[in-house]
C-alpha cells in the first residue's frame, strides 16, 4: 500500500471513531476538530495527509516546527502541544496557531508580550494545561493553582484563554481515563461559574490515539491524534 492509501484508511477509520463517540454523546460530529501529532511522521506524510483535508497538526517540540514547516503548504494550522521554554517563544509564536500546552503564568506573560509586539490587534489562542491527574510526571497547573491564578492570566493583552487541556495517564483501558477528563470539564465549569464575565472557555483540549473516545464522550473539543493516524507507515 502506498502512504497515502495508509493514511487514508487510518484518518477514515479515526474519523469513524470520532463520529460514533459524538453519537453515542449526543454531540454533532463537527464540534470536535482532529489534531494530527506529527511528532513521529515525517513531511512526506504529513503532506500526504494534508492532501486528504487535514489542516490541523500538533507538535510537541517546537523545533520540529521551525524545521518542517518551510516544505509544508503554508495553510497547515500548527498547533504546539508540548513544553514551550520562553526563550523559545519569540520565533516560534509566528508560525503557530494556538498554544495548548501553557503550564505557566511565566509562559503566559512571555506569550502575551510577545504577541503585542508582533500584532497588537491580535491575540494568540491558548488552553490552560492542567494536571488533573496529580501524576508528578505530567506538567500543568495543579487545579488549586489554576484557580489561584485563573484572574492574573485574564488580564494579559496578548493571548485569548480559550479553555483548558490535559493528558491523562496511559491506561490499558481507556475508561479509566474517565475521570480525568470529567475533572477537566467540571474545573472549566467552576471557572466559568466564578467568572461569569470572563471567556468562555469552549475549547477542552483532551484524548490521544489510546483514549479520545473516552475524551469526546467527557466534552473535548479537540482531540491530539498521533499513533491511529501515522500507525502502519513503512519505516
Ligand atoms: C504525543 C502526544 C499526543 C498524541 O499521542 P498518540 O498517543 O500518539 O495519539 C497528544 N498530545 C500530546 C501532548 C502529545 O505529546
Redesign the pocket.
Known sequence: MTISAILEQNLSRVNERIAAACARAGRSADAVRLVA?T?SAGVEAIQALFELGVRDF?E?RPQQIWDRRAALPEDVRWHL??HLQTNKVRRTLPMISMV??VDRASLAESLSAEMVRLDSSRKIPVTLETNVSGEESKQGYAPDQLRAEYSSVLTLPGIEIVGLMT?APYEEEPENCRSTFRALRELRDELKREYSAGPSLDVLSMG???DFEVAIEEGATHV?????LFEGLPA
Open positions: 501529532v511528532k500538533g510537541s502541544i508540548g495548548h500546552s493528558m490521544m490515539s489510546n491530539r491524534v498521533g499513533t491511529a
